[in-house]
């Protein structure tokens, strides 16, 4: 590992990330019920913003 | 203090998904800085840096970057496990803390237990991948670094992505009118790309910093 290249090593470390970002969706999906991602590759909730009582229910401010 | 070196506050640094400030300059004053540690008096009496925090262990400055790294990419999950269990003397304070370094719109960042994360996708993969970097490097992964100026084909990216996402957000100022909307997706890859290569200038330059001095 140690004697591969270092744009190499860097773009393992760059599918770890995606690895990681695809497990934190899920886990998103697995606890959040609520509010729940829309889906693995696209996911930003588009009608959240207009929606008061969600902002300020998620807001952690505001609780 | 810097956000990045941790070490001491020059003022000149913000990194943030928009702005990065005036390289260069930090590199120097971080030089300086160690260098004056390690010099600032006579050779026998000179306090060795790796044992300014603890004497006699392996604790040096580079360590104590890697934890504050650590730390600082640990607490923004810590924040919504806590909320979910009504520990909100746990949560507020992280929220709070974070809040000065993250917009923390709640429609740009994961969530975990019906809760946010501290801060948003993009911090979360600029500062991961710093950190998943600086790991690296710590553990003699990578040792080759790069010039500073190797960061722009790095922030090309992200400044696309989150450049035009700014302007239509300004432009739009309705969320729902404007014409550009990032994923987080799009956030996750280019704040990944811009924090690996941070990672690279900055880490490789203080642990050979940190090297030069242990000699």
Redesign the interface.
């Known amino acids: 590992?140690?004697n591969l290249p270092?744009p190499l090593?860097?773009l393992f470390?760059?599918i770890?990330?995606?690895v990681?970002?695809f497990g934190?969706?899920q886990?998103?999906s697995l606890?959040?019920?609520?509010?729940p991602?829309n889906s693995l590759?696209?996911?930003?909730?588009?009608?959240?913003?207009?929606v008061d009582e969600w902002?300020d229910s998620?807001?952690?401010?505001s609780? | 203090m810097c956000v990045v070196c941790s070490v001491q506050s020059y003022g000149v640094l913000g990194i943030t998904p928009y702005t990065i400030g005036f390289f260069p300059y930090v590199t120097k004053k971080i030089s300086l800085l160690f260098s004056r540690i390690s010099h600032s008096k006579s050779a026998e009496e000179a306090i060795h840096p790796s044992k300014v925090f603890t004497s006699g262990s392996s604790y040096n400055l580079f360590t104590i970057f890697v934890w504050f790294l650590i730390i600082l990419n640990v607490l923004p999950f810590i924040?919504p496990m806590a909320?979910s269990f009504g520990w909100?003397w746990i949560?507020?304070p992280i929220?709070?803390v974070y809040?000065f370094m993250c917009h923390?719109?709640?429609?740009?960042s994961?969530?975990?237990?019906?809760?946010?994360v501290?801060w948003c996708t993009r911090d979360?993969?600029i500062w991961?991948?710093f950190l998943?970097?600086t790991l690296?490097v710590k553990h003699?992964?990578?040792t080759?670094g790069l010039k500073w100026y190797w960061l722009i084909p790095f922030t090309i990216p992200i400044a696309l992505d989150g450049g035009i996402q700014t302007i239509a957000t300004m432009v739009g100022f309705n969320?729902?009118e404007q014409f550009y909307?990032?994923?987080?997706?799009m956030r996750?890859i280019t704040g990944?790309?811009f924090g690996?290569g941070l990672g690279?200038v900055i880490s490789t330059f203080l642990k050979e910093e940190q090297d030069r001095i242990d000699l």
């Open positions: 590992m140690k270092t090593k860097l470390i760059f770890g990330l995606f990681l970002y934190l969706v886990i998103w606890t959040s019920p609520e509010y991602p590759l696209d996911h930003y909730v588009r009608n959240a913003p207009d902002v998620r807001r952690q401010h609780r | 924040a909320a909100y949560s507020e929220y709070f809040s923390q719109f709640h429609w740009r994961l969530h975990i237990n019906n809760h946010q501290a979360t993969f991961g991948s998943a970097v690296a003699g992964f990578i080759k969320f729902n909307l990032s994923t987080n997706l996750m990944s790309i690996i690279v």
